[in-house]
């Protein structure tokens, strides 16, 4: 499957019409491998379309791995490898990791510098099975504001289970399909997705939204400049897979807690308090009125 060429100055209709088909055709094929994960998989989605990297987190044998394999497949010749840093051959790579693990891997995600002379995989996906928020186990702040987005990934409902345990009993994994994409079709779409329109009154929207968050006093310091910028090309790619040209403040609202969260942390206090890194960001959005701008809803 090809893509159009990317439009100058912006998407149009007819290209966002064709993205969110092509989006759609993937999240059904990752759908019917990863039985009762809808939600990881839509990220699974934005974060191949946008570059990642993709942290999924969750407990063991919740089909994390899976996914990062099954987002592999969905691109002719990219194989997942799953190596302790990163090779310049490595197009997904794959980061599985146990408890007490982040400290080995983290030259994998902070090798991802302008100044690096590496080409940076097309996709970096972090599977990692303990509590983020667990003192030493979980990533250092350095690491946590590379990651593009965070998605944790349950258990799957009555009617998923039955899907995924009626499969072949030698395997719980659905068979091999062809690729959907080549390498320089998901290239064009991230290049398109590019072009989608952020208006002033959102960039404006989105800095406030930032600077909110240096003034609350539940957080140790807010979002940097590099987390703005992640949503920015996150936002972008989720309004062209729900096929719009033009993105609209819901695309900033949905995707503020995937992006930010993992990125801050409580003060000792809020955290004593019971109060949650959630808690804050639902506070944030709703002291931020947003801008009314032109385009369909999400």
Do not use: N
Not at 134 to 156: W, Y
Not at 163 to 171: G, N, Q, V
Not at 261 to 273: F, G, I, N, Q, T
């Amino acid at each position: 499957m090809s893509a159009p060429a990317p439009a100058v100055p912006g998407m149009t209709d007819a290209q966002a019409g064709w993205f969110a088909d092509t989006g759609d055709l993937i999240a059904r094929d990752l759908d019917d491998q990863l039985p009762g994960a809808p939600y990881a998989v839509r990220f699974g989605v934005l974060a191949l379309m946008a570059g990642g990297p993709l942290w999924l987190a969750g407990a063991p044998g919740t089909g994390k791995s899976t996914l990062a394999h099954a987002l592999g497949g969905c691109v002719q010749g990219l194989a997942p490898v799953t190596v302790p840093g990163p090779d310049p051959r490595v197009e997904l790579l794959l980061l599985d990791l146990c408890p007490g693990e982040w400290r080995a891997v983290q030259p994998a995600v902070l090798g991802r510098e302008e100044a690096d002379v590496r080409p940076a995989p097309l996709l970096t996906v972090i599977s990692s099975h303990e509590d983020p928020d667990t003192g030493e186990s979980g990533p250092s702040q350095a690491v946590r504001d590379r990651i593009l987005l965070r998605t944790p990934m349950g258990l799957p409902d009555h009617a998923a289970t039955v899907r995924l345990l009626s499969r072949h009993p030698a395997t719980s994994a659905a068979p091999a399909r062809p690729p959907l994409l080549t390498r320089e079709a998901l290239h064009d779409m991230r290049a398109l997705a590019s072009t989608v329109e952020l208006s002033a009154p959102l960039h404006g929207y989105l800095a406030h939204l930032m600077e909110e968050t240096h003034r609350r006093a539940e957080l140790r310091g807010g979002v940097s400049p590099r987390a703005g910028l992640d949503l920015v090309r996150a936002v972008r790619t989720r309004a062209a897979l729900a096929g719009r040209p033009r993105a609209v403040p819901a695309d900033i609202q949905a995707l503020l807690h995937p992006v930010w969260a993992h990125r801050l942390c409580l003060d000792a206090e809020a955290e004593y308090a019971g109060s949650t890194v959630d808690d804050v960001l639902r506070s944030v959005l709703g002291s931020v009125s947003a801008p009314r701008v032109r385009g369909r809803g999400a």
